[in-house]
């Protein structure tokens, strides 16, 4: 892990994180073992099979609650599975592990679109819209998919 990337993280996303790499469950499997087992789920998401991806990912994320990618796949089958509420918690999670993008933010506001929380949503994009422009720049590519979802969440609850 960068040391750009560990500063960023908040005091609570640091202990969050020790916390869950200190797990007993985290040292039972090798990266190379956990990685095998990644192959898999991606391989059932890239054919757009999110319920049988799901269960793997849910082991993945046991056994390597630290690593990103495991938790952004459990997060997004858990969201094209229609588990909304629990993709949310997985995103923000992960959001506070890995701060420092829209992305998840966006997807957490993309949720909360599909179980009709247009309130939220909005509340969550002005966030994602103001980090964005603070940003000077840096994130300027996801300024058109925060406005799309905007508009939606405007345009919905009219």
Not at 29 to 33: I, K
Not at 135 to 145: C, H, L, Q, S, T
């Given at each position: 892990m960068s040391q750009a990337m560990t500063a960023a993280r908040s005091e609570f996303g640091?202990?969050?994180?020790?916390?869950?790499?200190a797990l007993p469950s985290s040292g039972r499997?090798?990266?190379?073992?956990l990685e095998v087992i990644y192959a898999?789920?991606?391989?059932?998401?890239?054919?757009?099979?999110?319920?049988q991806a799901l269960p793997i990912f849910f082991i993945l994320a046991h056994y390597g609650p630290t690593r990103k990618h495991y938790l952004l796949g459990l997060a997004l089958c858990l969201q094209r599975c229609q588990r909304y509420a629990e993709a949310i918690h997985i995103y923000s999670?992960?959001?506070?592990?890995?701060?420092?993008?829209?992305?998840?933010?966006?997807?957490?506001?993309?949720?909360?679109?599909m179980q009709g929380d247009r309130a939220e949503a909005r509340e969550e994009l002005g966030r994602v819209q103001r980090f964005i422009a603070q940003?000077?720049?840096?994130?300027?590519?996801?300024?058109?998919?925060a406005e799309v979802l905007m508009d939606l969440a405007q345009r919905e609850s009219a």
């Open positions: 640091e202990q969050l994180f020790q916390g869950l790499a499997m090798t990266g190379e073992q898999l789920a991606y391989a059932h998401v890239t054919q757009g099979q999110y319920a999670m992960a959001d506070v592990l890995f701060p420092g993008s829209p992305e998840l933010a966006l997807r957490v506001a993309e949720c909360q679109l940003a000077g720049g840096k994130y300027d590519e996801w300024k058109p998919r």
